[in-house]
């Protein structure tokens, strides 16, 4: 399974790397669609080290009215932590032909994706490279359920209405199966369980809690145990408050799972636990972590905090 985060004993190593090259804070993808204006499928046309890219529209999927063509000339999600100018982490759009956008206009008309590695989903071989939560994270299925959920989440972050039959659908079909794991002969499905939670998320909705739980305990798939975590943010009960600080107290789960079920936590404002997590918080490891694939990664200045961190500050709200 891939590796999706440099352990915290690499992250001052990291820290010296980064210094003398390219480096990058990573939008969540939340934060990307909000502030997004339009969802589309495009077709790239040509691409200028000066002018940037253009498109053909082949679909807008949501948002503003577009022309049939549009250029694409920055990113409207960029914010460096260092920079160096023998860098060049753009993809090759050359050989791109179609992929899915998520397109911000500025004052001048021009339009923008997020960041080099955000903010799109390329098509390849009949499968949609999707991203849900973090560009770190890119699961293959069908153009067609990529267009329907990710209109539904687009049109939500936007405060619009969306197909609610279409996506109580997608969510019982494939949560009401075993969960899979994250290896190559369970990745299909896997990759839309994935979806199916990482909807429960951005949607916001209630109703999944007993679909979800099994999930956030499948240590097979710890992919799948975060989005799990997360889709736990909008349950509140005291059995949900239990599994969250279970899988905290778990030596087993690293930081990244345990520091999600702390947001997730974090959101029921966990009075009653305030004792439990008190005494977590003083033996919980210290050490951030980055979510860099590795030492090159331009995305590595995307850190998650200790589990000592995120605990604490829980604490401090209750």
Known sequence: ??????????????????????????????????????????????????KGMTIQIVKNLAGNKLPEQVQITHYYLLRYCSRSAHDDHELDWSKVDSCYFFLKKDEKGNMGISTPTSGYALVKDGYVYATYRHSFIKVPI????????????????????????????????????????????????ASLQHVALECIFHLQLTDYND?????LHNSKNPHNQISAARALTWYHSQPTQ?????????????????????????????????????????????????LGTDLSDPRGCTIIPSVKGALEKVIEQL
Request: proline share 5%; glycine share 4%; with cysteine.
């Open 242 to 290: 239990e599994a969250l600080i279970g899988m905290i107290e778990n030596k087993k789960n690293d930081t990244f799972i345990k520091v999600t079920c702390i947001w997730a936590l974090a959101a029921s404002k966990p009075i009653a636990y305030k004792e439990t997590l008190l005494k977590l918080a003083k033996k919980a490891p210290e050490g951030p972590m980055s």
């Open 1 to 50: 399974m891939k590796k999706y985060a440099i352990p915290t004993l690499f992250l001052f190593l990291w820290i010296s790397i980064s210094s003398m090259a390219t480096t990058w804070e990573e939008p969540w993808q939340d934060q990307i669609m909000r502030e997004a204006d339009n969802f589309v499928l495009g077709k790239v046309l040509s691409i200028d080290s000066e």
């Open 211 to 215: 679909q979800i739980l099994p999930f």
């Open 142 to 189: 069908s153009p067609d359920i990529y267009e329907g959920t990710t209109i539904a989440l687009f049109r939500h972050a936007h405060g619009l209405t969306y197909d609610q039959t279409y996506i109580k659908n997608f969510i019982n079909e494939y949560l009401h199966l075993t969960p899979a794991s994250f290896e190559k002969t369970d990745i299909a499905t």
